[in-house]
């Protein structure tokens, strides 16, 4: 009998001590849904052409290089919609080596060619961000490691600050230690053909883009210095030999704290970083007679004031303007020299949750023909996040 007991106490012991040496398992995914809805309105005056038609996309939202010029101005065009609305959704897991991993997956409804404003206004979903962080590693489509985000100013139109700001998101893989991150970018070329016309999107790259970004602050004020280096890759013969050229460029940005006030400000520049400013409101290269290519010299600045009058209402005063230095020799004088923005809003959160705004700006583009035009954009906003 006693035999029996002690060999069962011996199998369940070696049980127990078999048990604790196999891993635990991860924990059970954490979910998060949040977002926003959000109502657009705005009135637009092109001074200096005909109004784009409905469907175009410089009539969702305010992009540089989509501006008339030269041309009769036309009646004043309205424009409603909900295509901003976004939607976060997020996970966390604890995994059973003890770290964490975190996911994000992002959708609205933004410059999708298909739906109209006939009859049911619907618009299909977009992916914005899709991505997981392990450790210092972030994987997945993001906004890119050579943006600052802090620096964006608050704005009834989708960015604001447009013209003159870094904004992109892409696939990448960066690793982050501290206040230091690098990145290895998806690649892509624009390309202007010799003598100007049509922009090429290049499908030829090899070599990622490749970022390194240092954040800082002292007391009351933040700052970034980003730098880009990028391989220009495009056949332009069309005979399977790539032609080559390198791009760079550098960003620095900064924000200070004026108590609850703030001032936010950046500048660009680099030779080849097209598509990385404005929007791609310059192409990273062009043609040059001999069929090689030839980076492109572009730069840009941006200025916002941020003053919170009480604890509902503030105003945003923002200034951008992105210029290039453009071989019209090799270009032609058709392509834009520069645009700029000036935006004055004005918005009011009765509740932390809710957000009525208003904002009147001026967009002026001038080619290098000296060509240029005007438009001016009263647009509205209502927002509720949740």
């Keep these: 009998m006693l035999h029996k007991t002690l060999t069962k106490s011996l199998i369940a012991s070696a049980v127990v001590g078999g048990l604790a040496m196999v891993p635990a398992h991860a924990a059970e995914p954490e979910w998060d849904f949040s977002g926003y809805i959000k109502l657009d309105a705005f009135m637009s005056d092109y001074q200096d052409g005909t109004a784009p038609d409905s469907g175009f996309i410089g009539r969702q939202f305010y992009i540089p290089s989509t501006t008339p010029v030269a041309g009769n101005g036309d009646d004043i065009v309205t424009d409603v919609h909900a295509r901003q609305s976004r939607f976060y959704f997020d996970i966390s897991q604890d995994l059973d080596n003890g770290e964490t991993v975190k996911a994000r997956l992002e959708l609205d409804f933004m410059t999708v060619p ?5 009859i049911t206004n619907s618009y299909a979903p977009r992916l914005r961000q899709a991505y997981f962080t392990y450790s210092n590693w972030l994987v997945g489509q993001a906004w890119s490691n050579f943006q600052n985000l802090a620096i964006l100013p608050e704005s009834v139109d989708f960015i604001g600050a447009t013209d003159g700001i870094i904004f992109m998101r892409q696939p990448q893989v960066r690793y982050t230690q501290g206040g230091f991150s690098v990145s290895a970018e998806n690649p892509e070329t624009t390309v202007t053909p010799f003598g100007g016309g049509g922009r090429i999107t290049s499908s030829d790259g090899l070599m990622p883009d490749l970022t390194a970004k240092y954040v800082g602050k002292s007391g009351a004020f933040s700052y970034s210095i980003a730098g880009l280096v990028r391989q220009l890759r495009h056949d332009v013969e069309g005979d399977g030999n790539d032609e080559t050229a390198t791009g760079y ?11 609850k006030n703030d001032i936010r400000a950046s500048f660009q520049t680099g030779s080849g970083f097209g598509r990385y400013l404005g929007l791609n409101l310059f192409n990273g290269a062009v043609i040059d007679a001999n069929g090689d290519l030839e980076a492109i010299d572009s730069s840009g600045v941006t ?9 509902t209402t503030r105003t945003n005063l923002v200034y951008s303007r992105g210029w290039a230095d453009n071989d019209v020799t090799l270009t032609g004088s058709a392509v ?31 080619t290098e023909a000296g060509a240029d035009g005007d438009m001016t954009r009263l647009q509205f906003m209502a927002m509720y996040s949740f």
């Design 249 to 259: 460029g550098v960003s620095v940005g900064a924000k200070w704290q004026l108590g």
């Design 114 to 118: 298909v739906g109209d404003e006939r």
């Design 303 to 311: 200025l916002a004031y941020r003053h919170v009058w009480n604890d």
């Design 336 to 366: 834009t020299e520069y645009t700029q923005r000036i935006g004055a809003n004005f918005m009011y959160s009765p509740v932390q949750n809710v957000t009525f705004g208003a904002e009147l700006s001026r967009a002026t583009r001038e």
